[in-house]
């Protein structure tokens, strides 16, 4: 059947395929960076209520200090706050760049505690 062909389609395929994979690629990295943005996210609310139940059970600075060392991701910015009977831990992590610009502002996650007796 090759008398049915356009002698013009030659090579048509093959320029779809150049254009249509940049765009797969770039797609599935952005989808690999939302799982992995979203998986440090949790990562950064699971060390926020660790330190926080620890400063609320008492433990001594040290041991919260290493907590924090062991659990919150590198970059991570960790804050607490004790007001009266309420502990409030909140970590900050910003997501990297990617092509010299973030895609995602910085997260924050929070826990709250209340000092026990």
């Known amino acids: 059947m ?4 356009d002698p013009r389609d030659r090579g048509s395929v093959i320029a779809e ?3 249509a994979l940049p765009a797969a690629v770039l797609v599935t990295a952005f989808l690999v960076m939302c799982l992995t943005t979203a998986a440090q ?3 950064c609310h699971e ?3 660790a330190v926080a139940r620890a400063i609320a059970r008492g433990e001594s600075p040290a041991a919260v200090a290493s907590l924090q060392t062991a659990l919150v991701p590198r970059g991570a910015r960790i804050t607490s706050v004790i007001d009266g009977q309420w502990i409030q831990v909140a970590v900050q992590w910003q997501p990297p760049e990617a092509a010299g610009r ?3 502002p910085p997260l924050v996650t929070r826990a709250v505690a209340i000092v026990e007796q």
């Open 47 to 49: 060390a926020a209520v």
């Open 102 to 104: 973030p895609w995602f």
């Open 17 to 19: 395929f150049a254009f």
């Open 2 to 5: 090759r008398w049915l062909r």
């Open 41 to 43: 996210v949790a990562r």
